[in-house]
């Protein structure tokens, strides 16, 4: 299934009032965290998987890349990104990550924020991304923490009053789909044991190098006040390795 909610108009307007869209990278809480897992960047050949708006493909090439290739299925998503993250070096492409094909030892670094949630096939993608790197090369990524999306409805346990009591885990090992809310509309992602994501890592003889649950940084926690609840559960989980 290649569902594609961003083309939708009104999730589509939804999507781009959110703090990630409008201020980039640095809307990102996560992304204090994320930039310290990733290699140098100079004279490597880098492919965004979900690119978005091309935050981080910008990132790629104003921090030496030599080229970046962004895909994503979004032909709304891949408009705007091409209207503000659009620099030599840089090319766009729509496609659904399943469907992708490169040739083996095409790229220094691959790296994914937020997406790999989306995809069903896990294990065939990432068997694919071994094969596009380079010897050496790295796969760095995000996804949605295998605490936040077991229980399916992702939102807190809240008492009479409205307050929030708890963050609800439930059917943890029951991986699969989970059709859940998300900007007002319903969305498939696919849920896997933390397990699940390094495991199927490791059998494809990747090394992984790091594995972190971010936290909002002082400052957001600072700016933002709700944040703080962001403190009582992961919501993220980040990884990088190497080939």
Not at 39 to 54: S, Y
Not at 56 to 80: P, Q, T
Not at 125 to 140: A, F, R, T
Not at 208 to 236: A, G
């Amino acid at each position: 299934m290649r569902e594609n909610k961003y083309d939708d108009p009104a999730f589509f307007q939804q999507y781009s009032k959110m703090s990630r869209s409008q201020k980039g990278l640095e809307g990102a809480g996560e992304w204090y965290v994320l930039r310290t897992m990733l290699p140098g960047l100079r004279e490597k050949a880098v492919l965004d998987l979900g690119c978005g708006f091309g935050w981080h493909c910008r990132y790629a090439m104003e921090n030496g890349a030599r080229s970046v290739v962004g895909v994503d299925i979004s032909h709304r998503m891949l408009e705007k990104a091409k209207q503000i993250n659009n620099m030599e070096g840089m090319e766009y492409e729509r496609t659904a990550l399943e469907d992708l094909s490169y040739p083996a030892e095409t790229f220094d670094l691959v790296f994914s924020s937020l997406t790999f949630h989306y995809i069903q096939s896990f294990d065939k993608l990432i068997h694919n991304i071994y094969k596009w790197l380079k010897p050496g090369g790295s796969l760095v990524f995000s996804v949605e923490h295998p605490i936040f999306t077991a229980e399916g409805k992702q939102d807190w346990a809240y008492d009479e009053s409205g307050q929030k009591l708890h963050w609800p885990v439930d059917n943890y090992f029951n991986e699969g789909k989970r059709d859940t809310a998300f900007l007002g509309e319903q969305i498939i992602k696919y849920h896997r044991t933390c397990a699940s994501y390094l495991n199927v890592l490791i059998s494809e003889q990747f090394k992984i190098v790091e594995v972190k649950e971010p936290m909002p940084d002082e400052q957001m926690l600072k700016d933002v006040p709700e944040m703080k609840d962001e403190l009582r559960r992961p919501m993220m989980l980040l990884i990088s390795a190497r080939k």
